[in-house]
């Protein structure tokens, strides 16, 4: 993988956390990698796809993956501007106290990803800012990350084994379209000229693979994207406006509905 670089990282005896920053140069598939220890990645800006044998994952903000150690994968940017994940690597000990039954055989994760909720993606958030924070307690550091894990590998947003491999190739697709252009008001019918397939049938099936609806998994998208820029942007109006939200006051209030407080509140916080 080109231009990788490691903005910030910290340890403990029991955790291992980087933020990943990568370039993203190669728009096809990479040669092969192989991931030295088990890893669980949080995308938290731009989007990737990993090809671990037949399975692909989108790997967006939306989404943890599970990167295997000795496993074998490789990455493309079919969207341009590189990605930034947040990168844990846990004492196999722990991993194992922390995953649910299932997960996990002989320490191998059995799942390539899955999809998160809004607390994992505020946990991101605010591990990612403590981490910069020169004055954060090693303690608190530990707690957020093993709050993370523990919330995040819940097992409550597993992809459908169910749905078909033309279904969830389409949902890929779909994800690819979305984060092609975060801000774009996309209509059923631009999605469909995009990926193939009907309004109708695109919808369906992504609730059947995803468990949540279209719009739903976007605005998500949307939000996601402003944890991750807010503490930086003094202007919370421009960012509003940049995620393509119609005015400051519906971003604030699918904010608040999603993360339970306001981004004002949220901004605070990150910069204390």
Not at 10 to 29: K, P
Not at 32 to 43: D, K, L, N
Not at 204 to 223: K, S
Request: with cysteine.
């Amino acid at each position: 993988m080109s231009s990788i670089h490691v903005a910030r990282s910290l340890r403990t005896a029991s955790v291992a956390v980087s933020d990943v920053h990568c370039a993203g140069g190669c728009r096809h598939d990479s040669d092969v990698e192989c991931a030295q220890a088990t890893h669980i990645v949080f995308p938290y800006r731009g989007v990737y796809v990993r090809r671990v044998g037949q399975d692909v994952a989108v790997a967006d903000g939306n989404q943890v993956l599970f990167f295997n150690a000795q496993q074998e994968y490789r990455i493309s940017h079919p969207v341009k501007g590189g990605d930034a994940c947040v990168s844990l690597a846990v004492a196999p000990a722990v991993l194992e106290e922390l995953a649910p039954a299932g997960t996990l055989q002989a320490g191998v994760f059995l799942a390539q990803h899955q999809r998160i909720d809004a607390q994992s993606q505020m946990l991101v958030a605010q591990l990612r800012l403590a981490m910069h924070d020169d004055a954060t307690e090693p303690l608190k550091a530990e707690t957020l990350m093993l709050s993370l894990l523990q919330h995040s590998l819940g097992g409550r947003s597993k992809p459908s084994s169910q749905a078909r491999h033309g279904q969830r190739r389409l949902v890929d697709r779909i994800k690819l379209t979305l984060a092609s252009d975060t801000a774009r008001r996309w209509t059923l019918d631009d999605i469909a000229a995009e990926t193939g397939g009907s309004p109708v049938y695109l919808t369906q099936v992504f609730q059947q693979v995803e468990g949540i609806p279209l719009y739903r998994y976007q605005l998500q998208l949307r939000l996601q994207r402003a944890l991750a820029v807010m503490a930086q942007c003094g202007d919370l109006s421009a960012v509003s406006f940049d995620l393509g939200f119609s005015s400051h006051s519906h971003f604030s209030a699918s904010f608040r509905q999603t993360y339970g407080c306001s981004p004002s509140a949220f901004r605070k916080l990150a910069n204390h």
